[in-house]
């Protein structure tokens, strides 16, 4: 087994991800949280100056869905059937493009109230709820997402749409067969034990 560093902030955001793959499997890695106040200075030297960075065996494995697709298949969470693994590269391509939509917003210098009305006038109403429609739909005959067996976008969903939820409690309430989902995924023992000890951070 390679071993593994994480290089990210101090914040679950584009790497809880390859945590909780890294958990969920039994993987032993280490990690290196950085704050924010410090990545000004710290980022001439970290490997292609942006994080996540996940170092294998003291390689660099850059941007998030490329080191959780990579994961997935080291600890056999990629669907067998080819077609469904796409289905799932689709589904995760489609989540990185509304969070980045959300931290596009949430990082910005906008005032706090501006914010949030951007979120709930036009995020949430265009962006978050449409594709969490689709989704509750989906699982309404699933086990999991791609197939009778849990596959790396199963966590996925489960990282971001509970992330989400914990900001907005009330999020996944016109969607229980989502809300049911994320909460089985949640349930997992070794992911129940990391979120319980995980660091608490507000993204």
């Not at 924010?36 to 960075?53: H, L, R």
């Not at 989540?95 to 979120?119: C, G, H, T, V």
Request: charged share 25%; proline share 6%.
């Amino acid at each position: 087994m390679p071993q593994y560093h994480l290089i990210y902030f101090d914040v679950r955001g584009r790497g809880e991800l390859t945590r909780w793959l890294l958990e969920y499997s039994g993987t032993t890695y280490t990690e290196e949280r950085i704050a924010f106040a410090d990545w000004a200075v710290k980022k001439q030297s970290v490997p292609t100056g942006k994080v996540p960075i996940l170092m294998v065996d003291g390689r660099p494995l850059a941007q998030s869905l490329a080191i959780a697709r990579y994961l997935a298949k080291e600890v056999g969470l990629v669907p067998k059937d080819n077609l469904e693994a796409a289905f799932a590269d689709t589904l995760a391509d489609t989540i990185a493009e509304m969070m980045s939509a959300f931290y596009k917003n949430k990082m910005s210098s906008l005032p706090e109230d501006e914010k949030e009305r951007k979120f709930s006038e036009e995020i949430n109403p265009n962006i978050i709820r449409p594709l969490l429609g689709d989704l509750n739909e989906h699982l309404a005959s699933r086990s999991w997402y791609s197939c009778e067996q849990i596959s790396w976008v199963d966590l996925m969903i489960a990282v971001e749409f509970g992330g989400l939820r914990k900001s907005y409690p009330k999020l996944l309430d016109d969607f229980p067969k989502v809300a049911g989902h994320v909460d089985k995924v949640m349930a997992l023992p070794n992911i129940e034990a990391w979120v319980k000890r995980r660091p608490d951070t507000l993204l």
